[in-house]
């Protein structure tokens, strides 16, 4: 799929947008034991690889990930990381 791009600060924004239902239904993964795919969707690989071995840190990560997931999805969408 190609995404549109933007002019921003006079440059050519590249940066592929991330959709909402997609990202929540990846976190919806882990109910089924499949941790950490929306943070792996999101760009954040290392901290969804951990999450992937750990089943989302126990769990509480992929708790506080629903609440931080307007965050990361609005990070990941303007190239940034937290």
């Given at each position: ?5 933007t002019l921003r600060h006079g440059h050519i924004d590249l940066t592929p947008r991330r ?64």
């Amino acid at each position: 799929m190609k995404h549109p791009t933007t002019l921003r600060h006079g440059h050519i924004d590249l940066t592929p947008r991330r959709d909402r239902a997609l990202a929540y239904l990846l976190w919806m993964g882990g109910f089924f034991g499949v941790c950490g795919l929306h943070r792996i969707y999101m760009g954040r690989v290392w901290s969804g690889l951990l999450y992937v071995c750990t089943g989302g840190l126990c769990f509480i990560g992929q708790f506080v990930d629903l609440f931080m997931m307007s965050r990361m999805l609005r990070d990941s969408t303007e190239g940034h990381g937290w």
